[in-house]
């Protein structure tokens, strides 16, 4: 099986090497994968971005909070990014190519330092609009 599998990676570096489309494929693809995991290290800041303990249990809480807290966050940017898009000077501007690459995993608009206040009484206002009732 291993030789199976050196084969294998011979057979595709082959194709990798003579081929610029799945170049470009490969490259995107790590883009995807490197921007992602900047992200999770941009959260964990601490200890760039090592676990802090050396118990199972800590680390399985600690990667399940970090899989919550990234979830939200995309959850929060597909919502700023689905807003921004409906605004009427956005209608025209992106191609279908550029709708494609449009991604929800950034950080520009977190900051690990300082006080997060949580409101759970109120839904986030993503709009601009006036939240009803108010």
């Not at 900047?38 to 676990?51: A, T």
């Not at 809480?61 to 409906?86: P, V, Y």
């Amino acid at each position: 099986m291993l030789e199976v599998g050196r084969a294998q990676r011979s057979i595709f570096l082959a194709r990798w090497l003579r081929d610029r489309d799945l170049q470009r494929e490969t490259e995107s693809g790590l883009n995807v994968v490197d921007n992602y995991n900047g992200v999770n290290d941009y959260i964990r800041f601490g200890k760039r971005g090592e676990l802090a303990s050396n118990r199972r249990e800590e680390q399985k809480l600690g990667m399940l909070c970090l899989r919550i807290l990234k979830s939200r966050l995309d959850l929060i940017n597909t919502l700023m990014i689905q807003d921004t898009l409906a605004l009427p000077e956005w209608r025209d501007v992106l191609t279908d190519a550029d709708r494609r690459g449009l991604t929800p995993i950034f950080h520009s608009n977190m900051s690990p330092y300082g006080e997060i206040q949580l409101r759970t009484d109120r839904r986030l206002n993503l709009t601009g609009l006036p939240a009803a009732g108010h």
